[in-house]
């Protein structure tokens, strides 16, 4: 499909710099595609009328790490400096990366992160990776010099939290980030952007739905910094994924499953789960134990096996993300319902409101 198709005109002061407190008073549009009025201005705390007994929220228990690292590569008496946006785990001591500037770093060459001037490989101000691959798009793979817990201590110390590009180009990452940008699900160290529909749930929210006899059930995915990405492809067909590490526990899988038998709906918190819960489902609408990578790419004419509604943010034009949520609800409903979104005041991307998608039928635009 042309990329083109998924473009809209977004006004800057929508972009969310900061979150509402308390979370769950974000604003939220609930979609019905095939309603005779297919959109409804409601709150995020109206989940708890909104979701029936019986039915099932799949959120994402990934932590953000500080994956945004600063170094130096030196040659001879040149220096450079380098940004470093991990994206995805491949060994103990090996991450996927983001290189800024990418072309200064040539296979074997070093960079050193922190103080430069300690003497050995690592010390509590130093990290040392070296370049063991380059791909397209600025990406490299990093060997570094620490492996296992002590490399995720360096990082942790030596790291930013990432916040995304149309956040940090506007403000700087500060205190109150390291808790606005993590879930209250968070316990799996290693993503490196939040699920951000996650962010809105609240004790008391949660609280309020086991009440109403909504279960809970966790997921991983570790989201990678590639869900930045600008589509740069001119046709859907010629853009490529990054893969992301997920996982659902077989009494999960089995949980999720019992809950469709009972008629019970699956409603995935966020594109993570639902791409997660995607990929672990068969044919037959049978959702199975995952462990591994997925690089699953959802547009229209996907055919949906295993999530009946959607909690989203609303999302990038020209993003995989509203690709995937026109997938969802059909182009045409996704496109007037950001429309009624922008003209309605509501809060976009990480930090802003949120939207209940309801699944399109067969044969809907």
């Not at 019905?32 to 959109?39: E, L, N, S, V």
């Not at 004419?301 to 949520?325: C, E, I, K, Q, W």
């Amino acid at each position: 499909m042309d990329v083109g198709l998924f473009d809209f005109d977004l006004p800057e002061d929508r972009i969310a710099l900061r979150p509402v407190s308390p979370r769950d008073a974000a604003r939220l549009l609930v979609v019905r595609p095939d309603a005779p009025q297919p959109f409804e201005d409601r709150g995020i705390r109206d989940l708890v009328q909104l979701l029936q007994p019986g039915d099932a929220l799949v959120l994402n228990d990934t932590r953000v790490i500080p994956s945004r690292l600063y170094g130096r590569r030196r040659r001879g008496e040149a220096s450079a400096r380098i940004e470093i946006m991990l994206h995805k785990r491949e060994a103990a001591d090996r991450w996927r990366a983001f290189a800024r500037p990418a072309k200064k770093l040539a296979l074997g060459e070093t960079v050193t992160f922190g103080d430069e001037s300690e003497s050995s490989a690592c010390e509590l101000g130093r990290l040392q990776a070296e370049i063991v691959a380059k791909a397209e798009g600025g990406e490299v793979e990093l060997r570094f010099a620490l492996a296992g817990p002590h490399l995720d201590e360096a990082i942790a110390r030596l790291g930013e939290l990432p916040l995304p590009p149309y956040i940090a180009g506007k403000r700087a990452t500060d205190a109150a980030d390291a808790q606005d940008y993590q879930t209250m699900h968070a316990s799996k160290d290693g993503a490196v952007a939040a699920p951000t529909a996650g962010l809105h749930f609240t004790p008391e929210l949660v609280a309020a739905l086991e009440a109403r006899g909504v279960t809970r059930h966790l997921v991983t995915l570790h989201v990678g910094a590639g869900t930045f990405l600008p589509v740069k492809a001119e046709d859907t067909q010629d853009h490529r994924m990054h893969a992301e590490w997920g996982t659902i526990a077989p009494e999960t899988a089995a949980a999720l499953n019992a809950v469709r038998a009972r008629g019970g709906r699956i409603v995935a918190v966020g594109t993570t789960s639902l791409r997660l819960l995607e990929s672990a489902t068969g044919e037959d609408g049978v959702i199975q134990p995952f462990s591994g990578d997925t690089a699953i790419f959802i547009t229209p004419g996907y055919r949906f096996r295993a999530v009946d509604l959607l909690l989203t943010n609303f999302h990038l034009p020209r993003s995989t993300l509203f690709m995937l949520v026109s997938a969802f609800c059909g182009l045409d409903v996704m496109k007037r319902a950001y429309a009624h979104a922008i003209a309605q005041n509501y809060r976009f991307y990480s930090y802003g409101d949120g939207s209940l998608l309801h699944r399109a039928q067969p044969g809907s635009p």
